[in-house]
């Protein structure tokens, strides 16, 4: 970050003495005012809950333009990572800053998929879980597990633990993902084959028995590849920024993404798809498409409760850019197995369509965001509901990986301490028992 010219003034109405604040520029986006020495100078805190203005680390990784509708990975837009990489490629340039060339790629490629076996142990692990349990349950335990099995891998300070764990995670996600949903339906464990791709090997982790042969279709494959990278980094978000703070204490780097994994979990963030799904089923149980108008004004009445699902977000201000790829994706799953006329997927364009137009979502600049047809694409090819939050979870731990290690290798970085503005009973004594 650099300096600029320009400086905060700081003034008090109160005639207390006015503190120059300085300012940095990063290389695009807003400036940042630095007020770390805020405290010292004035005896007083800023006061941001939900940091709606509050930059919480510098950070080379992503960049979002809101009100563009634009998302870049170390400068590449999301639009020709979909078109011209794969998600492994996504991985290393998230990782390591620059697109492999074609050794590179080769050799991460060989890399990970060398490590996608588990423990054999991390089966019995699981066995501990009813089958009834909620996939994310399952997996917040499985990736915390895993500091209980990579001994060699958990010094967050040591940046050769930090790579081999990074690889491991992304590696071995896609295994413990897919033994949870075995797990839940009752099918014994599918091994990773090492000559799939990435998708295609969750696939078949997925979906193969060990009774027959199993063919990884190449258009479903290409479609979980890609909501694999649309999902893969999104900045400073909540399971993110959780990362972070985990992270900073020291801990190892499996317990800081197991943080991760349970913050995404929430309906506001990555359950969302989730939950957008099963609203959709909602509306179509309760008589589809016709019942839109009605469902929609339910959306508009505060006191009712009901959010649009898959609709807005805290930094797109026009349009996410995830959900128009997303919704090319639908289009080709469908069509792929012969679901054009998904009833689903047609509620969701209606949905859509009068979102667009209403004055309600217009005048607050909502618009879909990236779960809004993930959990079509999904639901299509075979995800259970439950377990689409699992897919999100697989597919950003590259991202918490990586803004974790770009945190530990960062000279300005501290263990995150918030403060607070306190509102409660300042200090009295404690009455006896009868007096109270
Ligand atoms: N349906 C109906 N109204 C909405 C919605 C929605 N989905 N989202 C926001 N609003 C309204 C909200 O009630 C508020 O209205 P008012 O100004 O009258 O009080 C206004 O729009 C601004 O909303 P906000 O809650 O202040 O916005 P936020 O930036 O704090 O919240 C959000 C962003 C994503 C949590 C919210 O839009 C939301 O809950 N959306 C539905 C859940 C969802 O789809 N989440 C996935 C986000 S993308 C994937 C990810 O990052 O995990």
Redesign the pocket.
Same mark, same amino acid.
């Given at each position: 970050m650099k300096l600029v010219d320009n400086k905060a003034i700081l003034s008090f109405s109160n005639g207390a003495p006015s503190v120059e604040l300085p300012i940095y520029a990063g290389s695009i986006g807003p400036d940042v005012i630095d007020i770390r020495k805020l405290y010292a100078q004035t005896g007083m805190f800023t006061y941001d809950p939900?940091f709606l203005s509050t930059a919480s680390c510098q950070s080379a990784i992503t960049y979002i333009d809101g009100d563009k509708g634009e998302l870049l990975y170390r400068g590449y837009p999301i639009e020709q990572l979909a078109t011209s990489c794969d998600y492994l490629d996504v991985c290393y340039l998230l990782l390591k800053g620059e697109l492999p060339n074609e050794r590179q790629r080769n050799d991460f490629h060989k890399l990970v998929i060398n490590h996608t076996m588990v423990n054999e142990q991390m089966q019995f692990f699981l066995r501990g879980f009813r089958r009834d349990a909620h996939p994310m349950a399952v997996l917040t335990g499985l990736v915390g597990g895993m500091s209980a099995f990579y001994h060699d891998s958990t010094d967050i300070n040591n940046p050769e633990h930090r790579e081999i764990a990074a690889i491991r995670l992304i590696a071995k996600m896609p295994t413990l993902v897919a033994m949870a949903y075995k797990y839940k339906i009752g099918q014994p464990y599918m091994y990773p084959q090492n000559h799939l791709s990435y998708a295609g090997n969750f696939l078949r982790m997925m979906f193969g028995t060990p009774c027959e042969e199993y063919k990884v279709n190449p258009v479903l494959e290409r479609a979980l590849d890609r909501i694999f990278i649309l999902h893969a980094d999104?900045e400073q #978000?909540?399971?993110t920024s959780t990362v972070r703070l985990c992270g900073s204490s020291g801990t190892n780097p499996f317990a800081a993404i197991a943080a991760g994994v349970a913050c995404?979990w929430g309906?506001? &963030?990555?359950g969302? #798809?989730e939950?957008?799904l099963n609203m959709l089923e909602e509306i179509q149980a309760s008589g589809g498409v016709a019942k839109v108008g009605e469902f929609m004004e339910k959306?508009?009445d505060?006191s009712s409760g009901v959010?649009?699902?898959?609709?807005? &977000?805290?930094v797109y201000k026009n349009y996410?850019p995830r959900a128009k790829l997303m919704q090319e994706t639908c289009n080709e799953v469908l069509t792929e197995l012969g679901l054009e006329n998904d009833p689903l997927f047609a509620l969701a364009k209606k949905l859509e369509q009068i979102a667009l137009e209403d004055d309600?979502?217009v005048q607050?600049k909502?618009y879909p #965001?990236?779960?809004?047809y993930s959990g079509i694409v999904q639901r299509a090819i075979g995800i259970p509901v439950n377990l689409f939050t699992g897919i999100?979870a697989l597919a950003r731990t590259v991202g918490w990986i990586a803004q974790l290690n770009e945190m530990i290798s960062d000279p300005e970085y501290k263990i995150g301490r918030p403060r607070q503005l306190f509102t409660g009973s300042p200090r009295r004594d404690v009455p006896p028992l009868d007096k109270r």
């Open positions: 939900g999104h #978000n909540a399971s995404l309906p506001s &963030h990555g969302a #798809n939950a957008c959306v508009k505060k959010k649009l699902m898959g609709f807005g &977000h805290r996410d309600y979502f607050r909502l #965001n990236v779960d809004f999100f």
